[in-house]
């Protein structure tokens, strides 16, 4: 068991500072990603705004590629993530020259 994963007396520790850091970051990605399509997709329904259609792809694409944000969010911020793919990929690291990630 990890002992910084144990409440102590009620405070925040530091496993769970970390889980809401990525939680509140997935949630702005999410936001970025998704945000133009729909304030695009509003215009066209409510104020019949007239868009070019190449305009229109870019804010569609942002929003499909959202999609990729959550594993990299995860690589990047979950060390249990991390070692698990490193598990499944065979990747062992060295105590000598430990790697950053």
């Not at 925040?12 to 997709?41: D, G, H, N, Q």
Request: aromatic share 12%; charged share 15%; with cysteine.
């Amino acid at each position: 068991m990890c002992t910084e994963n144990v409440r102590v007396g009620g405070h925040v520790t530091k496993a769970e500072k970390k889980v809401a850091m990525m939680v509140a970051i997935m949630i702005v990605a999410f936001f970025f990603a998704w945000t133009p399509y729909a304030i695009l997709a509003l215009l066209i329904a409510f104020a019949d705004a007239q868009v070019a259609p190449w305009l229109s792809v870019v804010p569609a694409l942002m929003a499909k590629s959202s999609i990729c944000y959550n594993p990299i969010i995860y690589v990047v911020l979950n060390t249990q993530f991390r070692s698990a793919w490193r598990r499944l990929l065979g990747v062992t690291v060295s105590l000598e020259h430990p790697a950053r990630w």
